[in-house]
């Protein structure tokens, strides 16, 4: 599985960005996807997670209200809708594929990782 994270860039605080992944592979429809953050210095850390139920759906508190995850299956691709952008969002995001369908928040659940877009919010 190869995953492959983009539409990021630099944005005003208040403003909005939507991340897409794209995945190869047929089991995409199978797999949980979750999308996490790493500022610099920083651990990363869990953002989102959508399973293979579009019902199932999970966010840290810190994004809640502000972000928006989902899938088109069909596509192969999960995005991120980001509203109300604040300079603490500023980090690299990188999306993951647990294929086991369960979203989970820890990095270990994970098992195949994008090569992360850069998110700057200003101030």
């Known amino acids: 599985v190869q995953l492959q994270a983009f539409g990021g860039g630099l944005v005003q605080a208040g403003g909005s960005l939507r991340l897409s992944c794209a995945a190869s592979g047929r089991a995409f429809t199978n797999y949980a996807m979750g999308w996490f953050r790493q500022a610099p210095g920083k651990e990363r850390e869990f953002v989102t997670a959508?399973?293979?139920?579009?019902?199932?759906?999970y966010y840290a508190d810190s994004v809640k209200g502000r972000f928006t995850i989902s899938r088109d299956n069909a596509k192969n691709t999960v995005y991120l809708q980001m509203d109300g952008l604040k300079p603490e969002d500023t980090a690299v995001y990188y999306c993951a594929a647990n294929t086991l369908g369960s979203p989970r928040s820890t990095l270990s659940s994970y098992d195949y990782w994008g090569q992360g877009t850069q998110v700057t919010v200003s101030s």
């Open positions: 959508i399973g293979w139920s579009f019902s199932d759906i």
